[in-house]
Structure formats: C-alpha cells, structure tokens
C-alpha cells in the first residue's frame, strides 16, 4: 500500500458520500501520482459506470477541491475535453475518508507522461503542442470570475 492508497471502506466511504445511490464493483489505484485517484467501476441505477475517484491524502491540502471546481468551470465555458465532474466534497468531518475528494468521468484514452513524448513521432508531438497551444488560449478566453490573486 502506498501512502496515497485509500482502504477499500475509505472508498465506499467517499463513495457513499458522492454518490449514494451508486455501488463500487471494482476500484484499482492509479499507477502514479500524488493524489489518491482511483479508476471505479461502479453500479449505478442506469448501469454500470467507468468513472474516477480523487481525494486528498492525509497530509491534506486544497487543490483536489479546487480542481473538481476548475474542471466543471471549464466544461461549462469551453470545448476543452475535461472530465464532468459528477459530485464533490469538500473537507468534512462526516466523511471518515480523506476528503476534499471527488468523482469524475472517465475519458477515452490512457494517461500521456512526459516520459513518454520521446517515444512518439515528431508529427504527433507537433500535433499535441498545437492542441494544447489552442486549449491554453481557450482557457486564458475564459471570462468566469471577477478577479485574480
């Protein structure tokens, strides 16, 4: 177990919390990272679910809850594919789990390291620099709060 790794009751925990009426089939850690983020299958009313679960590790910290709240911004006022966030929680002394945590959607695709940029052709790199290039100019557009700092 990492010190990232969340047990399998702080899970139904968390899970109970974001989302009552759905049921965890199945919960595998993530490879990397510093965030507990777990890849879920989960029962849900309307059937099975892929989906992603965040949370913060004990030591704590607020960017889990920030992010949750940045991604729902940027799927509501822009085309950058972001997961939908699908509930939230912020710190909460009723959740006996590391909280913030959130659940998300789970995009088609696999995770691409840095490590990984030297494995792909120079077209593909290019075309990742000029898709990013244009998300970054869509997300500097974004006209969603008042100030900054």
Sequence with gaps: MTDRA???????????R??????????????????????????????????????MPAT????????????????????????AVHAAVDAAAAVDAPTPAYLMARLDGRPLRRDDL???GETTVRTLARQLGGHLAELHAVDAVDEFG
């Design 6 to 16: 969340l047990t399998d009751i702080e899970v139904e925990r968390l899970f109970d």
């Design 18 to 55: 974001l989302a009552p009426d759905w049921r965890v089939v199945d919960a595998t850690l993530a490879d990397s990272g510093h965030h507990a983020v777990y890849h879920v299958t989960a029962a849900t009313p309307t059937g099975r679910r892929e989906v992603v679960l965040k949370s």
């Design 118 to 120: 030297g494995d792909l």
């Design 60 to 83: 704590g910290g607020y960017g889990v809850a920030v992010e949750a709240r940045l991604q729902a911004l940027l799927a509501e006022h822009t085309d950058i594919p972001v997961p």
